[in-house]
């Protein structure tokens, strides 16, 4: 955020995302970034004041967890609508009550269909990464849509860990400047934000946010490539871990695939075709792409962090299921895991290579990983 | 009637460009209280022009001239903050024919 100097930023600290605001409004009162800093009294706040500076032009960016994302529920849906790209940084962390300060994805899984781009990290590199990314695909004018990077609060979130960063003008060179068509500020212009839109036109404008969020995805594939242009280290929509000739995969977001990736080599030395599959891009949903990557597996796990309180499975599970209808035979069992922080441990993985491997993997309903009876 | 534009030809996220739209959207039928001004009372302080918050008092040379009833939605503030009471506010369905088209009466019949 220092490196790419937003010239806004509106927060309110929660656990686990203060020690970044902590960080950043140090730099702002040393002097060492420009950006207006609005301390607010609440997360609605926040967001509120996000929208109103972007749409009056500024570059905006902000970061929340947990009950500070559920409580700016309203103003993250106007954020998208509005086709303001803003770059919220997520640090996931459990949902109340009961009251949880630790990692699960119930927080971003929870504004799944506000219109967002979401894009989940493994490891502290990533976050660096994809918040930079972020920010041009954001800003993309075949795009025009809120980003939000995410990271396993106190997982990656509080782990010390070393990340190759880039230097300040090539961030700077990277993301551009952003150059909103229609800023309030510009009073020769005037435009109205956020009029009423009734039966007549409300329909066209969330079909042009449909429509943005498919156009998303190549622009998506162009950044993740000319990042890796600049890195080396290039971005897709997920990353395929010895998944080519497996016969079972696992499929997961953020800072488990670690684990499963140790995992797999495990077994794979003991001449099990297994592989992981990491889903970066969440939204849009890489549909297609997906069933190809993976539909030629016998059998797929999918791990949740996240309940969907659907008596089906969380999030993630039937949205795969729903990816690989009629283009692959695979099963597809659904995992709840990690739930408030609790460990995934490599045993629980070996639990679920186990069962793709013994048919255990047909199971309608998904399958509490790790919990007590 | 003209086609409505489609997604295509739309600006994005619910944007007008063209600026004073708002007074081709005729707000006056929501109204439930009419005002109406004695026009032998009022003395043409122009409170009722500063307070209201449609822009529907119509001043002409200094004078206040009328309503504009497209755009009144009754709400009363003109009547409220009237120094010297010259407007009220009648039902709708009872307001009578002694008012111009704008809204004017005069109390005290002038010969």
């Not at chain 1, 597996?297 to 008596?311: H, K, P, Q, Y």
């Not at chain 1, 069962?355 to 255990?360: E, F, I, Q, T, V």
């Not at chain 2, 460009?17 to 004695?38: F, H, M, Q, S």
Request: glycine fraction near 10%.
């Amino acid at each position: 955020m220092r490196q790419i100097g937003p010239d806004v930023v509106a927060a309110y600290p929660i656990t686990p995302q203060t020690e970044l605001m902590h960080r950043f409004s140090e730099f702002v009162a040393d002097g060492i970034v420009k950006t207006e800093l609005i301390l607010v009294e609440s997360e609605h706040s926040a967001m509120s004041a996000c929208v109103g500076a972007c749409a009056a032009g500024a570059r905006v960016m902000t970061a929340t967890s947990s009950q500070g994302l559920a409580l700016m529920w309203e103003i993250v849906y106007i954020a998208a609508s509005m086709r303001l790209p803003i770059v919220m940084t997520v640090v996931n962390r459990a949902l109340s009550a009961p009251i949880n300060i630790h990692c699960d994805h119930s927080d971003s899984m929870g504004c799944r269909d506000s219109g967002w781009i979401q894009l989940y990290s493994e490891n502290p590199q990533e976050v660096y990464d994809n918040i930079v990314q972020g920010v041009r695909i954001a800003e993309h004018p075949d795009v025009l849509l809120p980003v939000m990077p995410t990271l396993d609060g106190f997982i990656i979130s509080h782990t010390l860990e070393r990340v190759e960063i880039l230097g300040d003008e090539e961030v700077k060179k990277f993301v551009g400047e952003w150059k909103p068509s229609f800023p309030l500020l510009d009073v020769d212009h005037p435009v109205t934000y956020g009029p009423l839109d009734l039966q007549d036109y409300y329909f066209e404008h969330k079909k042009q946010q449909a429509e943005a969020m498919k156009r998303a995805k190549e622009v998506i594939l162009a950044i993740g490539k000319a990042y890796g242009d600049l890195t080396g280290r290039g971005y897709g929509f997920f990353e395929e871990y010895r998944t080519k000739d497996a016969e079972h995969i696992i499929l997961c977001l953020g800072s488990s695939a670690g684990t499963v990736k140790s995992v797999v080599d495990e077994l794979r030395d003991k001449g099990r075709k297994v592989g992981v599959l990491k889903l970066r891009m969440f939204r849009p949903f890489p549909d297609g792409e997906l069933a190809r990557a993976i539909g030629h597996a016998g059998a797929i796990a999918v791990l949740d962090r996240a309940e969907g309180f659907n008596a089906v499975g969380g999030p993630l599970g039937p949205e795969v299921k729903s990816a690989l209808y009629k283009k692959s035979g695979a099963d597809v069992c659904n995992y709840i895991y990690g739930l408030g922080g609790r460990d995934l441990s490599p045993e629980m993985i070996r639990t679920v290579f186990d069962d793709l491997a013994g048919g255990r993997a047909d199971a309608r309903q998904a399958i509490h990983l790790g919990v007590r009876e | 009637m003209a086609r409505e534009k489609g997604y295509k030809e739309l600006p994005t996220g619910g944007l007008i460009l063209e600026a004073g739209n708002a007074a081709a959207y005729k707000t006056g039928g929501w109204r439930t209280y009419r005002p109406l001004v004695d026009k032998d009372t009022c003395t043409d302080c122009l409170q009722c022009w500063l307070f209201c918050p449609d822009m529907s008092i119509y001043v002409e040379g200094g004078t206040m001239t009328g309503y504009d009833y497209d755009h009144c939605k009754g709400c009363g503030i003109c009547a409220t903050v009237c120094p010297v009471k010259a407007i009220k506010m009648v039902l709708e369905t009872e307001r009578s024919g002694d008012a111009d088209a704008k809204g004017c009466f005069h109390s005290k019949k002038k010969g």
